[in-house]
């Protein structure tokens, strides 16, 4: 994230809290109470964020986690890829050859 987003979305949150508080004045409720009601509601929100970071963190689901991995994926088919048939038959036999022993 870039962050002319981080100060975009950071906007956007108090725009948004204020079309909250005066949603809430319309709609009947006197100054005080559209006040809690609307911060309410910007808490549970920031709460409800915080526990899906929580979950992307713990999880590795997050844009680095995700880059790294594509990042070594495409490493080890592009070392796969440049491998002769020779080599990759030796490995194939490695392999097969571990797992019997660990059988």
Request: aromatic share 10%; charged share 20%.
């Amino acid at each position: 994230m870039r962050r002319i987003d981080a100060l975009g979305i950071t906007l956007g949150v108090f725009v948004a809290g204020g079309l909250l508080y005066l949603g809430f004045q319309v709609s009947g409720l006197d100054s005080q109470s559209a006040g809690i009601w609307s911060q309410a509601l910007l808490v549970a929100g920031l709460i409800g964020w915080l526990v899906t970071y929580i979950f992307r963190a713990v999880g590795n689901k997050m844009t680095y986690h995700e880059q790294r991995r594509k990042y070594e994926d495409a490493f080890l088919q592009k070392r796969l890829d440049e491998m002769t048939p020779e080599e990759l038959a030796q490995i194939q036999a490695e392999i097969e050859q571990e797992r019997q022993t660990q059988v």
